[in-house]
């Protein structure tokens, strides 16, 4: 079973709407969480890091919260343009190991 | 600023046939990874190289073998193509073990 656990597993949304993905994860001891967005047919790209003490950081329309009580992360999307479809991969680190969730399939639409 | 360079990007393979793919980075990062991403899998490490000159085994080794030519360059070798080695495989850096992971572009792999 994955221990990183990512949802939905795809969606669409209209140009100018916010979106939420989640993050759920059983990887154990954490060390940090990682956003990473991959465009189609590209590497992932690292959006935000969060670390045990942080709950909230944001990268321009990009915020991700952390509750390490509760293992979730999510990563919130404002105003969607065009150029936010991709694929949003939940990555964490337990020492040096990292866990890849399947990612989430985002489409905007005009 | 290139960062991780993969060759090549596309690739078709008959079953049995060998071939390698190629990595270099240029950010002068220490460790180095191969991971190959299937359809509703999250990425899964191959192998990966902590240092020039050490190489240990991922969660799916099998069927693969890798060199770490210099502190540049890391290749993947498929002696054995299989149709189950169908994936899109990543190349990745980082500075040391526990710092961000840069990817390549990938390259796309198909053994029929």
């Known amino acids: 079973k994955n221990q990183v656990e990512q949802s939905p597993q795809s969606l669409i949304i209209l140009e100018g709407k916010n979106c939420t993905l989640q993050c759920n994860y059983t990887v154990s001891p954490f060390s940090n969480l990682r956003w990473y967005k991959q465009d189609t047919g590209r590497g992932p790209v690292s959006l935000t890091i969060?670390?045990?003490?942080?709950n909230t950081k944001s990268n321009g329309r990009y915020t991700a919260t952390l509750d390490a009580d509760t293992k979730q992360s999510s990563l919130h999307i404002t105003a969607s343009q065009l150029s936010d479809s991709a694929s949003y991969i939940c990555?964490?680190?337990?020492?040096?190991?990292?866990?890849f969730g399947a990612g989430t399939t985002v489409t905007v639409r005009a | 600023n290139a960062g991780v360079t993969q060759t090549p990007k596309f690739q078709v393979l008959k079953t049995g046939q060998s071939m390698t793919l190629q990595c270099a980075q240029d950010?002068?990062?220490?460790?180095m990874y191969w991971y190959r991403q299937d359809p509703g899998m999250g990425l899964r490490l191959i192998y990966y190289?902590?240092?020039?000159?050490?190489?240990d085994k991922g969660e799916v080794p099998n069927g693969y073998n890798v060199s770490r030519l210099n502190k540049r360059e890391f290749s993947l070798r498929l002696e054995s193509a299989a149709p189950s080695q169908t994936s899109v495989y990543f190349c990745a850096s980082s500075e040391g073990r526990y710092t961000e992971a840069f990817f390549g572009q990938g390259t796309r792999l198909t053994v029929v």
């Open positions: 969060m670390t045990f003490s942080e």
């Open positions: 990555v964490v680190r337990a020492d040096y190991k990292l866990s």
């Open positions: 950010m002068n990062h220490n460790s």
């Open positions: 190289s902590a240092s020039e000159g050490t190489t």
